[in-house]
């Protein structure tokens, strides 16, 4: 049976799904793109906490460096 439906596709009489035109829903659009904004919002998230941290710590490296110097 698979070897009937394979040689049928071969020939071009049975089609498969390179001829089914997609389109997505609303819903799968509207998922789409509340999944880009939450990816969007968590890089800037990150973002803001690894400015964070490297501010801090510049300060403590800055206040070592004092403490060093005796300032």
Do not use: C, N, W
Request: cysteine-free.
């Amino acid at each position: 049976m698979l070897r009937t439906f394979m040689l049928a596709r071969l020939a071009g009489v049975v089609t498969g799904p390179e001829s089914v035109r997609y389109s997505p829903s609303l819903e799968d659009q509207a998922k789409a793109l509340r999944r880009e904004i939450l990816d969007h919002a968590a890089a800037v998230s990150d973002a803001r906490e690894a400015k964070e941290r490297d501010a801090a710590l510049r300060e403590k490296v800055k206040g070592l460096r004092d403490a060093r110097l005796g300032r």
